[in-house]
């Protein structure tokens, strides 16, 4: 390679690996003093994490207000007011210093947050009736929340949060239609910063007592090692098959999505690798770049640690967190097999092969080299699992043991090169202070989505509920799939300015309860979970719309592909993500809605995973062979008849209990299509789908 394709190269990685700092809480990288200033905070934020996670018993609402605090005080401190310097005030946009404007309104802002707890009894006795103090400091606690959402998140959750505060204010001169009884400053602030249905509600607390322990769990991992041993490994297992190094950017994105719940994160660990691997072996630079996109995107979605919204879906539907896993697993798992049938099409279309076996790291080796990172992951999973102790207490348990592997691991390896095993020892201990430093700026942005998505939560919870109903009703006419249409394309618009866990708290507070209450009212049946599901799928699948999606910047970057057409690309892989909300809507057997049998869930998602293929052949043009432009139809029934085999049997007038002999029929029809492609292709020219 030449040099300046080496410069570009590097060039790329660094533009991806400054928006993955962006998203992960790097802002400011100020020297002298000032530079241990967020990270020491990050780490007691950690350390009060995890006090309260075990031995510090503190009032819900403390627990919620302090975790705030923490927040805001490391987002005035880590992020400007401007990105560049306007005005020719220079100090609003300092990167390099921490100026004394910003500890000031750090300090203040972490006090508004507190406020709550320092008067909590004063609070209580008046609630409904603030004191000016009450409203002045709740007052001032919603502009530096909104703007320090503002700094970190972007404008656009900002900008959504006033909007209904204006509405709550304005709604008695609106139109008939839309028209609110309005309410007062007093109700206003009390119902923000004064109760928890505001601010201080359950998003926020998800936040402080289950989501940033995950968090916390995922940054060890990665501090440890754990993000590059996956990369090696999905390498090692699938390099050598047809488009090899794609199909190990999908298994190798889906097991660093354990670790971090960041898309643009897992693009920039995982890309780095595998999209200079997957140019090499043939694929364009923008389908490449787009493979690790949609890769990276749907690691949110991967049981058992899913991005953090779902552990919010558990709140709201008020089911353990395992309950989620177990319901979010048939959509996730199917969604990626998908990815990996995509990764075969797009290479038998190109005629590409794998790397060779020598270019590749031994597999055997590989999987024992990091044995010990799979310890915390699969004792995560027997304490969930088998013993079904709470998501918390789980998480606590597996950062107990995996801060014994990050202490031991570095002194085992240097006893075993005959190294000195003091400094091995003091490299772990650093190593669990940066990543505590890591875990908690990664937090900020959950902590603000929650808890600026909380201002319009409670704004709806004053009364909106049951107009946005009626509205979300007469837009959609009462049609149940247009309501779904206008949902989804709302996540989309809404996603592509806020993180994944504002997107589901703002779509589930508006639309879910709509969907299953107007689906009742047209005789849909429609589970709470599979409705909150919907909204968390769309919120995902818009970090990679174009024309904002993020995630495709950082790949484009990588791959040096331009970024909307990546954007676009990505987008259209996954379309396969994107049938399946639609699909668990009307057939809840998808998520597994009052199903407990082994066999019966393996039989469902076998099934899904042949329509989810179907549907990808359908989209990408190409089975085995390129399609016919009759074959699409044939192959998009397929997918109907594996997704809703219910619907399926109504229309022959099957009942309902014998909805899965509809399965032999689409598997019929599957290989039907199958014969007609191969009988097109000159013999020894096919091969077979699965090589």
């Known amino acids: 390679m030449s040099s300046p394709e080496n410069k570009h ?24 003093p000032d530079k241990w200033v967020v990270p020491t905070i990050a780490v007691i934020w950690c350390l009060f994490q995890l006090s309260i996670a075990s031995w510090l018993i503190l009032n819900a609402v403390f627990v919620r207000a302090i975790h705030l605090g923490f927040a805001l005080l490391i987002v005035f ?31 203040v802002a972490a006090l508004s947050a507190v406020y709550i707890a320092i008067d909590y009894v004063g609070i209580n006795s008046r609630y409904g009736a603030p004191i000016t103090r009450d409203i002045v400091i709740g007052l001032l606690l919603v502009v530096l929340l909104l703007e320090a959402s503002r700094r970190v998140i972007g404008p656009a959750l900002s900008l959504i949060a006033i909007f209904f505060s204006a509405y709550a204010f304005l709604g008695p001169y609106m139109p008939d239609v839309i028209a609110f ?68 950017a999908v298994l190798g994105s889906g097991l660093t999505g354990l670790v971090s719940g960041s898309s643009i994160a897992n693009i920039v660990t995982t890309g780095t690798f595998t999209i200079p691997l997957m140019k090499k072996v043939g694929y364009p630079p923008k389908k490449a770049a ?15 640690i899913m991005g953090a919204a779902a552990f919010i879906i558990a709140e709201y539907v008020n089911v353990p967190y395992i309950a989620v896993v177990k319901a ?34 031994e597999f055997f080796k590989t999987l024992v080299s990091g044995l010990h990172y799979l310890i915390p992951l699969f004792f995560l999973l027997y304490q969930l699992m088998v013993l079904r102790h709470s998501a918390e207490a789980s998480a606590f348990n597996a950062i107990w043991v995996l801060l014994l592997i990050m202490i031991l691991q570095h002194p085992i390896r240097a006893y075993r090169n005959k190294e000195p095993i003091l400094p091995a020892f003091k490299r772990g201990i650093v190593d669990i202070f940066s990543a505590f430093a890591a875990g908690g700026r990664n937090m900020v942005a959950v902590a603000l989505a929650t808890a600026a998505a909380g201002i319009i939560v409670g704004v709806v919870a004053m ?10 009703d007469t837009i959609s006419g009462g049609n149940i799939y247009i309501m779904l249409v206008v949902t989804a394309v709302a996540s989309l618009i809404i996603g592509m300015g806020l993180p994944t866990t504002a997107t589901y708290i703002v779509m589930a507070s508006l639309t879910a309860p ?5 689906g009742a009212s047209y005789g849909f ?24 999606g993020l995630a495709a910047y950082a790949a484009a970057a990588i791959a040096k592909s331009d970024p909307i057409p990546t954007g676009i690309q990505g987008f259209m892989y996954d379309i396969r993500t994107a049938i399946l909300p639609f699909m668990f809507i009307f057939n809840s057997d998808l998520i597994l809605h009052n199903i407990n049998s082994w066999p019966q869930g393996i039989l469902i998602f076998a099934m899904t995973c042949i329509g989810n293929f179907a549907f990808a052949s359908a989209t990408q043009g190409w089975f085995i062979t390129k399609n016919k432009i009759w074959e699409i139809p044939l192959l998009l029934g397929v997918t109907l008849i594996m997704m809703r085999p219910d619907l399926i049997a109504h229309l022959v007038h099957l009942p309902h209990s014998q909805r899965y002999w509809m399965y032999p029929v689409g598997l019929a029809l599957w290989g039907t299509i199958y014969l007609l492609q191969r009988f097109r292709i000159p013999k020894g020219a096919a091969a077979p789908v699965g090589a």
Do not use: W
């Open 290 to 304: 787009a493979v690790e996109v949609a890769a990276s995107t749907d690691g949110q979605i991967a049981p058992p």
């Open 181 to 248: 009884k309005g309410v007062s400053l007093n109700r206003y602030v009390g119902q923000m910063t004064m109760s928890t249905e505001g601010i201080y509600g359950i998003p926020l607390d998800v936040s402080a007592t289950i989501v940033f322990l995950y968090v916390l769990f995922g940054a060890m991992l990665d501090r440890a090692g754990a993000g590059k041993y996956f990369i090696n490994l999905a390498l090692s297992l699938l390099g050598r098959f047809k488009g090899g190094p794609a199909k190990a």
């Open 9 to 32: 190269k590097d060039e790329g990685i660094e533009l991806a690996k400054k928006l993955a700092e962006e998203e992960e809480g790097i802002s400011r990288k100020p020297r002298g």
């Open 525 to 548: 049946m429609v589970p709470l979970m599979a409705a909150h599901l919907f909204c968390f799928y769309f919120g995902i699948l818009a970090d990679d719309t174009p024309p904002v």
């Open 463 to 472: 009364g909106l509920g049951g107009l946005i109903t009626q509205i979300i």
């Open 77 to 107: 401190l880590n992020y400007p007011f401007f990105k560049k310097t306007r005005f020719g005030l220079k100090f609003l946009s300092a990167r390099d210093r921490i100026p004394f404007f910003d500890y000031i309104v750090a300090i």
């Open 328 to 361: 979010a697993a048939i959509p996730a798992f199917a969604s990626y097999a998908a990815l990996l049938y995509i990764t075969h099409i797009e290479a038998s279309k190109l005629g590409l092969k794998g790397l060779p076996k020598s270019e590749l790291p």
């Open 514 to 518: 709509a969907i299953v209450t107007i």
